[in-house]
């Protein structure tokens, strides 16, 4: 697949407002084209994603959109504050003992355990097991932003049909409920409609988010400066400030740091770094002709300038008509579990092998923060 790749944030917004020109209708579509095993495997399961939010317009976009923000509003994401801190103190609490025998792996024993427990609480909307959660997360993003082969294809397409499998009973279960899916049946969607929103939004409601977190720790914590590990390389933008800032490691358990530290890797490497658009009829952009069908990757984080103003973190969360619903919760989450991390184990430094990172066409973050230390 051939894209039109859009980098200059101004032309990027732009296309987010032309709505009339372009269009998401391609953002939810595998990258690689699904072979035809694959696609047996999701027929069986009656796998189907009808655009109802992420790749959908007009008046039924707006209706749901409004539905499903009622979730996250300003208020009920301040309100879950305190139970954001609760949950990482608790996790930090085991995560310390670890740490008198070595290394703890934050990603393991933090940060993939929060988001899910705040979307279900925030929700109403019970989420699977968490080990099955995250498999089921992490192989439909690579069925769908990845570069999978025929044979890896299988095996995602198995995973992903267990997840819309649990998401159908879950729809069926939901009904006549106040929770997200009860109310989202209520208000008239299929249960395909309902199937399709949820897909997706019970992966990034958690997935991309403990993702930002990863990517937040990691690069906090290499502020300290890490002996034990390998010295940095291409896959380290923040080495030389851009990302870090000023001071180190420890100064972000105060909540102005922490929170300027969160914005900084909104900013510069974002774990939803890109996101797609169609050109819905031939049309022009600064200049340029685009046809009608064009592919087109904007890149939401990453391209700012240095002096950017302080709003450019805000663009790794879309801009317009579709910007993420969960825009602040994701932030106030990293955020505080930054703060938390910094003040309870003030001491980390990065231990071992520099960490592989999960690279999708627009999903990015380390697999693992291992650490070791934790009081100085």
Known sequence: MTFTVISDPARVREVMRRTDDFAPTNALTSVVPLA?????????????????????????????????????????????????????????????????????????????????????????????????????????????????????????????AEFYLWLRQEAAASRGTDSLFGVLDTAGLSQPEVCSLGYFLVIAGQETTSQLINTALYRGIEKAGSPGQDSPGPDSPGVDGAVCGAGGWAALAAPDEAGSHVRRVLSSESSVHTWRREALHETVLDGDVLPAGAEILLELSGRHPGDAVPTAYSLAFGHGLHRCLGARLAELETALVVEETARALPGLRLAGPRPEWLRLLSFQAPLTVTVTGGTP
């Open 36 to 160: 035809p095993a694959a696609l047996r495997v999701l027929s069986r399961a009656r796998f189907a994603l009808p655009p109802v939010l992420a790749s959908a317009t007009g008046a039924q976009h707006r209706a749901v959109r409004t539905l499903v923000g009622r979730f996250f509003t300003p208020a009920k994401v301040a309100a879950i504050g305190p139970r954001v801190r609760e949950l990482t103190r608790e996790r930090l609490a085991a995560a310390s003992a670890g740490l008198g025998a070595g290394t703890v792996d934050l990603a393991d024993a933090l940060a993939r355990h929060i988001p899910p427990v705040i979307m279900a609480e925030l929700t109403g909307q019970p989420t699977p097991e968490l080990a099955l959660l995250k498999r089921w997360s992490r192989d439909s993003l690579e069925l769908f932003w990845g570069w999978p082969d025929p044979d890896r294809q299988v095996l995602l397409a198995g995973s992903a």
